[in-house]
């Protein structure tokens, strides 16, 4: 079908899918529905489930940037180090009463093209959690709204588009394992999802 710039849809699915950013997308956009659907009605302004949230997103964002540290030089975005956010969850708990998630099993250090994709997902939940941080800040409950480290992390910086740009630059061969590394950092966070209090 045409539309009205003249473009074949189907033309334009194909070069959708030679960009690594929508492929990654059409490829995962089961597990992020699965992901998204189960926390709908999750009411993040009531502290309990909001420090369930919290220990879901732990126990998945930990060992996923765990396994990230030990990526090659050069796998990741130069500005690697201010994008981790696990401090930023872990103080939330702490300040909340919860635990920290278990120590990792043994990281596994991502391939580069495994590690483009695992930061896909990261840097999205990042995005999304601007949306998330509305309704947090918006409970009644004091301790709710003090302890958004996490969800505000970078905020006010460019780290979504940033990190679209460094992305774009990734080789052509890189997409099947940013495909396979982006799956596994969903299945990992449905896992915890599924796992939670």
């Known amino acids: ?67 990230l540290a ?23 708990l702490a300040a909340l009463g919860h635990p920290g998630p278990p120590a990792p099993a043994t990281p596994r250090p991502p391939t580069r093209p495994e590690a483009a994709g695992l930061l896909y997902v990261l840097e999205g939940s990042r995005l999304g959690g601007q949306l998330l941080l509305r309704q947090a800040l918006a409970s009644s409950d004091a301790a709710v709204r003090d302890n958004t480290r996490f969800l505000r992390h970078g905020e006010g910086q460019r780290l979504w588009s940033s990190f679209a740009a460094w992305l774009a630059e990734r080789p052509a061969g890189h997409a099947d394992g940013a495909v396979t590394g982006a799956l596994r950092a969903f299945a990992l966070f449905e896992t915890a999802q599924g796992a939670r209090p």
Not at 4 to 27: F, I, K, N
Not at 70 to 91: T, V
């Open 1 to 67: 079908m045409i539309d009205e710039t003249g473009r074949d849809d189907a033309a334009g699915a194909q070069a959708v899918d030679q960009d690594l950013r929508g492929l990654l997308r059409r490829s995962t956009a089961d597990a992020h529905h699965r992901l998204d659907s189960g926390w709908a009605g999750h009411d993040l302004k009531d502290r309990d489930a909001y420090g369930a949230f919290l220990v879901a997103m732990a126990a998945a964002l930990v060992p996923l940037e765990a396994d």
């Open 70 to 92: 030990l990526a090659e030089p050069g796998a990741l975005p130069p500005d690697w180090p201010a994008r981790r956010r696990g401090a930023a969850l872990l103080a939330d």
